[in-house]
Structures are given as structure tokens and as C-alpha cells.
């Protein structure tokens, strides 16, 4: 089949930056390396793209070649022995689910959307509600394909190693993934187990995520933002498993992996201002805290319910107006609780509304180069834009977490200064040593990685 191209306005799911580009959708594997060889039909720089849930800029390529991947969607083996799964890359985590679920498995790890491509994934080498147990995706990828400009690549963690870590997390800047393989959660039933208990303050709500830490696979926290004195970080705090067979009543026991997630109720369009702001968001917080259970102990919920509540509203990104959002996600070490109050007070003293603020605990860092989870706290938030001083308020709030030892996650960022980058992410030259290996020509890059001077060619175009 002749490869069409379009030019297209493309933007993250922030809707902050948009850019324009030319957009090539390969319906074949094999056609994705005279995509991004040298001699391609359409000159200039190349990057992949998912589904576009990337927050900011990372699947964007202003004036050069998206490869919109998701036409690359086949499984290509799911070994139920062994509990293991290969499949192409634009293979999104929703269809994988419908597969999966009624057979007896989970993916290993899943973001706050299901609506991602298992390449997008694991260019940004996604984390879950159980990092702080099971890792990051990176951990379960038993092997991937590598398209990159000088070749293709089979890569894993026993195999071109330093490949395999500089593309878990490599934001797509190392080739194209084409497939993948990852191992499997076995599970009993469709349905999660679940305690729920607010907390009053940020101390109460840290103290419940670390109290038994490894006996709770998933556990997270939702943050009212604008709180503020005694009650700054009141949360409610979920923590869970995968029910067994025995926890369901007996009329679920019949078929303990039905599974079948409600179509998104769609958005029907962008309001032409913001719907929220900090009225509405204020009113929401606290009926949100009212109406959660003081404790609530082995409550039983759906899987999309647990994991993933806003895929029930499509495009909700909309609602955020013509100006858009962005999500300030970061993570600082153990010992620096501090940072986190400091981050919540400052949002708050500057009336800074967050829909969405969620605290979770991170485990040990994983391989990958640029990945984002290292041991500590992540606190992620979803800001409108629009205020005169927000940039200013952000900038400043990165030098307290890069001054503690902390880093901002890629795949959220619109807006990160590229000078803080080698203090966040101290393998970065290792990781840009691997890029100049396998891109010696500077092929592959994206408005994210031209922002931030993250590869070499981009820093002398800038």
C-alpha cells in the first residue's frame, strides 16, 4: 500500500503547544525504517506517536514527519503458559485489557489512562499505582524491536542492554519501538479489592501510603490542592488488589473475569473559557472529600473504576478551555516530605487550581536512562494556564525539587527550563552517547527534545 501524508496541527493532551507537521500512518511494520532513514520522502526530522496522551510536546515535530503508529495494533503471540504477551507497538492498552482480562491476566503496569500505545508506554517507561511493589514497564519488557536510523534491533535487559535502558524511557528519540514482549499479572477476578480512608492533613495521608507499603499492590492518593493551614493535603487514600474468586458474592462467582468498560461519555466540544478554574474546583474538592468514606475496608470495584475514572469522560481535556493545562508531575526522595508541602502550600497561597492532584510512593529507580521514577514521593497536578505568574511559580518550584535531589517527568512537561535537565537526570550523557550511536545523523527529534536541547543536533539548531 502507497504511503499517504498529511499535514496536520497536532498538540498534547494538554492542548498547551500545538504544532504543525507532516503525518505518515504505516499500516506494516516494515515500513517504518524508509520512514526514518536518511533518504525518506519527507525531509527533515521524525518522531513517533501514539495516541497523543503525552501531556506536552513529546510526540510533536513542528515542521517535520509524525509516524502515527497506531495502525501497528496486532498481538502478535499471547503465550497463556507462560503468561507472556508480544504484540506490535501501537497496540493500545484498552484492547489489550478486553483480551486479557477475561483470560486470567493484567498488564504488569498501567498509567491513569488506558487510552496508550504499548510503544508510547514504554518511551516514557510508564508507571502505575504499584511502583512502589512491581517497577516501572521497563521491569516486565522481556525484549523489544528497535527501529532505529542506522537499523533494526533486538533489544532486553539480557540482551543490547544499554539500548533496551536508553529506550525505556527515551521519549521515542532512540527509533521507532515496532514490538514488544512483557509479562503478565495473573489475576482470579475482574473486580479490586479496596480500602479506602481519608486523612486530614499531608502528614496523616503520607503516614497511611507508607504504612505497610508492600502488603497494598496499588495504593494512591487524590489531593485537595487548595487546602490549605491545618488542612493542607487532605486526601483520600485508596489502596487495593485484585480481588480473588472467594471475595466475590456468589452471583459473580459464576464469571469472575466479565469484563466490559462503559464507552466514554464523549465532551461534546471546548467550552471557549476554562470550566475549571478555582470556583468550581474548590466546590468539587470538598464534596469529593465529603462524600469519601471516613474508612472503608475490602470494597469491591470495577477494574476501569480503580485504575482509570476520567476514561468514563472522553475528551475531558476540553474542558479546560482554548488555553488549555499543564500536568506538573515530580518526584523527590524519601526525607524530603517537605518539598511536597512546600509545593502545596505555594499552588495554594497563589489561588493555583488543581482538578486533579494525585501523591503516590515510588520503589527503586529502574535501568532506563531517562526514566522518570526514582525512590520517594511523586506528586502529580493538572494546572489550567492562563495566569500572568504561573510560569514563574513553576520555575521556581523546579529549583526546590531539582535542589533535593528530584526531577520532572518528560512525558508531563511543557515548560521545563533545559538547564535543570543534566541536575534531574544525572545519565544523561550516557543516554545522549547511546541517541548520537544510533541517530548519527540527528534524524529523530521532536519539539520536546528541541525545547530542551536534549539530543545533539538539537542543540545546534538552537
Known amino acids: ?45 521524525r518522531i ?30 499471547l503465550d497463556e503458559g ?14 489489550l485489557l478486553k483480551l486479557l482480562v477475561p483470560r486470567g491476566y493484567f498488564l504488569p503496569v498501567t498509567p491513569g489512562t488506558r487510552f496508550v500505545t504499548v510503544g508510547g508506554a514504554i518511551a516514557s517507561d510508564v508507571h502505575g499505582k504499584n511502583h512502589h511493589v512491581d517497577g516501572s514497564l521497563g521491569a516486565h519488557v522481556d525484549e523489544l524491536v528497535l527501529v532505529a536510523p542506522t537499523g533494526s534491533i533486538t533489544c532486553g535487559p539480557g540482551r543490547e542492554s544499554d539500548v533496551f535502558a536508553g529506550t525505556c524511557g527515551g521519549m521515542g528519540l ?14 482470579e477476578s475482574s473486580r479490586m479489592l479496596v480500602d479506602t480512608e481519608r486523612a486530614e492533613d499531608l502528614d496523616s495521608c503520607m503516614a497511611l501510603l507508607s504504612e505497610e507499603r508492600e502488603r497494598f499492590r496499588y495504593s494512591v492518593a487524590w489531593l485537595d490542592a487548595l487546602a490549605s493551614g491545618r488542612r493542607l493535603g487532605r486526601a483520600v487514600v485508596t489502596r487495593g488488589d485484585h480481588a480473588r474468586v472467594a471475595d466475590l458474592p456468589s452471583r459473580e462467582q459464576r464469571d469472575p473475569l466479565a469484563y466490559g468498560p462503559r464507552a466514554p461519555i464523549a465532551v461534546p466540544m471546548a467550552p471557549p473559557v476554562s470550566l ?25 470495584e470495577q477494574i476501569p473504576g480503580f485504575f482509570h475514572p476520567l476514561d468514563g469522560l472522553g475528551g475531558w481535556n476540553l474542558l479546560y478551555g482554548p488555553r488549555g493545562f499543564t500536568q506538573y508531575q515530580f518526584v523527590v526522595p524519601f526525607g524530603a516530605e517537605s518539598v511536597v508541602k512546600t509545593v502545596l502550600e ?12 494525585v501523591l503516590k510512593c515510588f520503589g527503586p529507580q529502574g535501568s532506563g536512562y531517562l526514566s522518570f521514577p526514582s525512590e520517594g514521593w511523586t506528586l502529580a497536578l493538572d494546572i489550567p494556564l492562563g495566569s500572568r505568574d504561573l ?15 528530584g526531577r520532572i517527568y518528560l512525558s508531563k512537561d511543557s515548560r521545563l527550563r533545559p538547564e535543570l535537565l543534566k541536575v534531574m537526570y544525572p545519565r544523561l550523557s550516557e543516554w545522549a552517547a547511546l541517541r548520537d550511536r544510533l541517530d548519527p545523523a540527528g534524524l529523530l527529534s521532536s519539539d520536546l527534545s528541541r525545547r530542551l536541547g536534549l539530543c545533539g543536533s538539537d542543540k545546534a539548531a538552537a
Open 1 to 45: 500500500m502507497r504511503q499517504t501524508y498529511r499535514r496536520e496541527l497536532l498538540s498534547g493532551w494538554g492542548r498547551a503547544a500545538p504544532s504543525v507537521a507532516t503525518v505518515a500512518r504505516p499500516r506494516h511494520g516494515s515500513e517504518i525504517a524508509g520512514l526514518i532513514s536518511p533518504g525518506a520522502a519527507v525531509p527533515g526530522a
Open 48 to 77: 513517533a506517536r501514539g495516541l497523543g496522551r503525552s501531556y506536552g510536546d513529546a510526540a510533536q515535530c513542528a515542521g517535520g514527519l509524525v509516524l502515527d503508529c497506531t495502525h501497528l495494533d496486532s498481538v502478535i503471540e
Open 82 to 95: 507462560s503468561g507472556t504477551l508480544r504484540c506490535e507497538a501501537g497496540a493500545s492498552f484498552d484492547a
Open 174 to 187: 532512540t527509533g521507532v519501538i515496532s514490538e514488544a514482549t512483557m509479562r503478565l499479572i495473573p489475576i
Open 276 to 300: 475549571l478554574n478555582h470556583p468550581s474546583i474548590s466546590a468539587f474538592n470538598e464534596m469529593w472529600f465529603r462524600k469519601s468514606p471516613r474508612r472503608r475496608t475490602g470494597h469491591l
Open 346 to 357: 505555594r499552588l495554594s497561597k497563589a489561588r493555583v487550581a488543581s482538578f486533579l492532584a
Open 391 to 405: 510560569v514563574a511559580l513553576l520555575d521556581s518550584l523546579d529549583l526546590i525539587v531539582a535542589e533535593a535531589g
